[in-house]
């Protein structure tokens, strides 16, 4: 049986209860980290939700910038019913179009989906750092995504056995 066709749009209020149900699995399967309510509400605007055309919301994700030209790709969520049905593919896009927009030029993730941002175009990064003058002024941020980008010693929890990807846009 194929699923019926989703459509990708930017996450409300409303959402966040089941962006929580979405992650919340994943969360306890070790595969993203766990976020409060209160940080989702906060950071709603940074999302993108795929829903059926009966209102479902079946995946979601979020873009959060970190820099001029830099952003993270966060919290990219998909029903288990719904994996493998391009869901993913198309909050990607979306968020992808999104960094465009803001006139970002490269996107981070922090993942163990590897093969899936591979095939995005993402590449391992490696030990690959940045340049002493962004440095100085990333590790200011409170923000625990950019220290898992600079790869931090506070972070290396979050990080055990995830991958740092970045896609030159």
Sequence with gaps: MTQPPITVRRARTTDVPRIVDLVEPLVA???LLGKERVDLYGAVQEFRVAETADGAVVGCGALHVMWEDLGEIRTLAVGDEWLGHGVGHALLAALEADARELGLSRLFCLTFEVAFFGRHGFEDMGAETVDPE???ELVRSHDEGVAEFLDLARVKQNT???TRMLKVL
């Design 29 to 31: 399967r070790r595969i």
């Design 160 to 162: 055990l056995g995830n």
């Design 134 to 136: 962004l440095y100085a």
